[in-house]
């Protein structure tokens, strides 16, 4: 079945700093890949996703890129603020109808 | 408009009790997806109803877990009887008929469940 792995499991960054999240898959017909966030006491919620015909999105301070033929994708978060700090997920498709999430990151951004 | 919501929010049992979990999704999404949390791994796939079908039930862990969505509305995931490595936190998540997985899934709160 579909495997996706995340790296690194927890990340600690100074406030203003880029953090830098990144996920492989295995499914290479996988072809939607969202990024969840996770704050304490709440359920994932959807901060960005990339369908596979194109290589990067961007939404403000977070970006997300697609390497199909590596079959990697990352989270760019620019700029770090102390609220951005949470669990992130990531995630891909599996069998053309569910999804396979990552094992989450755990950022922390330091005032 | 209210989004997914699940009870309880949180559940002690011991360990041979039953628990039965609930999650109501967003009121005409057609999908409906259980997943669960293990203490720091993924987000692990139960299963996934389109209305009241079953549509993959794949990751249900065995026998003692059984789902149900009678009427395609809201759904239950019961544990009988629960064991010490069912603890964990139950998500639920809804997404509007469609492409299944490549629609935008939204998740509830989860009910985090501890077996002792």
């Known amino acids: 079945g579909e495997n996706v792995e995340q790296h690194p499991s927890t990340l600690s960054v100074q406030e203003g700093d880029s953090a830098v999240i990144k996920c492989t898959y295995s499914?290479?017909?996988?072809?939607?890949f969202p990024w969840y966030k996770q704050e304490l006491g709440k359920g994932p919620q959807l901060i960005i996703d990339i369908r596979s015909n194109v290589g990067e999105k961007k939404d403000q301070r977070i970006a997300v890129t697609l390497n199909k033929t590596a079959k990697h994708f990352s989270l760019h978060i620019t700029e770090t603020q102390p609220e951005d700090s949470a669990v992130y997920f990531c995630a891909a498709t599996y069998n053309n109808n569910d999804m396979r999430f990552g094992a989450g990151t755990r950022l922390t951004v330091k005032p | 408009e209210a989004g997914v919501t699940q009870f309880p929010s949180h559940s002690v049992i011991e360990k041979g009790q039953t628990v039965t979990l609930r999650c109501d999704p967003i009121?005409?999404?057609?999908?409906l997806y259980w997943y669960r949390r293990v203490m720091g791994k993924e987000i692990k796939f139960l299963l996934h109803?389109?209305?009241?079908?079953?549509q993959d039930e794949s990751g249900m862990p065995n026998n003692r877990f059984l789902a149900e969505r009678t009427g395609g509305t809201y759904s239950t995931l019961k544990v009988q009887p629960a064991e010490l490595e069912d603890s964990g936190v139950y998500f639920c998540a809804s997404s509007p008929w469609g492409q299944g997985a490549r629609e935008t899934q939204y998740f509830g709160p989860g009910t985090r469940l501890l077996v002792l």
């Open positions: 109803f389109v209305k009241e079908s079953k």
């Open positions: 009121s005409g999404h057609d999908n």
């Open positions: 499914d290479s017909a996988s072809n939607y």
